[in-house]
């Protein structure tokens, strides 16, 4: 497995900044937050697009994907949902990203069946425009659908290949569902997993991974065990959370404790 960060822990900083920070703490990408305070958004030219996939290449550094904030199980009109998702599956094309994280967002004022219904025929739309782009989009367990279980009632309904799951091993483990049940619903649909750490239920403040209560080490051990070789993203939500300790002081130590949990599980 190979370690990326994303910049939702470095809010805001500039593009050669961020590669330096994953070049010299030993980690393999990084996942890019495209909203507007950022550098790379898809409002953003082909100059600025350029640039940076040259820095992340001399680095040596893979761009891992495009965190959107599309919410596909929203309430409301599709086309500029729709519209949305084609603006950053075409930054994540131009950046030679392979994934777009989108939210599920249902929300209240429609059933659990509407909001499947609603996310799978948005995702249904943008998973054939992501396979001419060569992306994919990952649905992440979050909100209305937090669970591997419910993230897996919309992309089953979905059945495209570039239709699949980012497993964000917080909400699955709020949502009350073993690493193992999680990964099971989730196999045939993974993109890659957000880990992080936290001190409890209540208080989510982000903290240096092992240092928390989420179920790291098994995580990692139920990835190992299935054979499964992909990214491990530390997502450090600094952008939520700004009385926690800076990101880029805690990086070494991050890629330092995922790196003994995956020698540990080999």
Known sequence: MKLAFSTLGVPGMPIPEVVRLAADNGYHGVELRAH?????????GAEE?????????????????????????????????VQELRALLELAR????????VFPGG??????????AT????????????????????????????????ATRVLGTVGHKSAGALW?????????????????????????????DIASAE???????????????????TLTREGWDGWLCWEYEQRWYPEAAPLPERLAGGAFYLGRLLSESA
């Open 119 to 150: 996310a799978a025929r948005r995702l249904g739309v943008g998973a054939e425009y992501a396979a001419e782009l060569g992306v994919r989009i990952l649905l992440e367990t979050h909100d209305s659908h937090r669970t591997g279980a419910a």
């Open 94 to 101: 131009d950046l030679g990203a392979p994934f777009v994280r």
């Open 49 to 81: 697009r350029t640039a940076a996939v040259s820095e992340f290449a001399a680095a040596g550094i893979e761009i891992v994907g495009v965190a959107g904030y599309v919410r596909v199980a929203e309430p409301g009109e599709d086309e500029p949902r």
């Open 203 to 221: 208080d989510t403040t982000p903290l240096a991974l092992g240092a928390g209560v989420l179920p790291l080490t098994e995580v990692v051990e």
């Open 36 to 44: 507007p305070e950022e550098p790379l958004h898809p409002g953003v």
């Open 168 to 196: 964000d091993v917080m909400h699955t483990w709020l949502g009350g569902e073993q690493p193992a049940d999680s990964y099971l619903a989730l196999a045939p649909y993974l993109g890659y997993v957000q880990v992080k």
């Open 107 to 116: 929300g209240t004022g429609q059933s659990e069946e509407e909001a499947d």
